[in-house]
């Protein structure tokens, strides 16, 4: 089975600083990775996704996450952070034949003007 | 295109009790995943339906049982709640071949008293 592990349980910044969220995984086959974002009272909305090919990923709103399979990580960035981007930040891991969705436990990210 | 749809928002029950919640899953998906999320932590998987069969099933009791209806609607039964039951349950819902990837519905606050 999957696992998920976010090393970081909060991490406060300053606007216009970058950031970096981190992800490992762990996993004996092949992997499909994710990073989802939850507002406050909100359910999960997916942010950016690696299935397979090029190992960096974007989301339109200028977050990337880049997969490292030698090191099995999936970290999360954004050279300048906004107020806006507050919120708590999931890591999940599927299996390409496994249905069940494993997530971290989550890392609070917090902005400040 | 009508995203995933949970109902009813909040709820509150006394332990012992049961609670049936609802999903709708987004349209054109036809396997429809349970998630609980306890206050600080990342989503636990329950079980997924595909075809109205359970397909796949978390760490999860007997007493957590549920139904997918002929148009991929689904239902979340709890039985004999217990106070741990205290969580945000999400739906989530993924359509043929889209890798894993599965869109989240808001969630269904349940409070066991």
């Known amino acids: 089975a999957q696992s998920v592990t976010q090393l970081d349980s909060q991490v406060p910044v300053f606007e216009e600083a970058p950031v970096e969220l981190r992800c490992n995984y762990s996993?004996?086959?092949?992997?499909?990775l994710f990073w989802y974002v939850q507002y406050p009272n909100q359910g999960l909305q997916l942010l950016l996704k690696y299935l397979s090919g090029s190992t960096l990923v974007e989301s339109i709103n200028g977050f990337e996450a880049e997969f490292n399979k030698s090191q099995t990580s999936f970290h999360l960035r954004k050279p300048s952070v906004h107020i806006s981007d507050t919120a708590e930040y999931f890591c999940?891991?599927?299996?390409?034949?496994?249905?069940?969705?494993?997530f971290g436990a989550g890392t609070r990210l917090t902005v400040k003007p | 295109e009508t995203g995933v749809t949970q109902s009813p928002t909040h709820l509150i029950k006394t332990r012992g009790q049961q609670v049936t919640l609802r999903c709708s899953s987004q349209?054109?998906?036809?396997?429809v995943s349970w998630y609980q999320q306890a206050l600080g932590q990342g989503p636990q998987f329950i079980f997924q339906y595909y075809r109205e069969e359970e397909n796949g099933r978390g760490n999860f009791p007997p007493r957590f049982s549920g139904l997918q209806f002929p148009n991929y609607s689904s239902e979340l039964n709890v039985n004999a709640l217990e106070l741990d039951d205290s969580a945000l349950y999400l739906c989530?819902?993924?359509?043929?071949?889209?890798?894993?990837?599965?869109?989240f519905g808001p969630g269904t606050r349940l409070t066991v008293l």
């Open positions: 989530a819902s993924m359509g043929v071949n889209s890798y894993n990837e599965q869109f």
């Open positions: 999940a891991v599927s299996s390409y034949n496994n249905n069940d969705m494993r």
């Open positions: 349209s054109g998906h036809n396997t």
């Open positions: 996993s004996s086959v092949s992997v499909y």
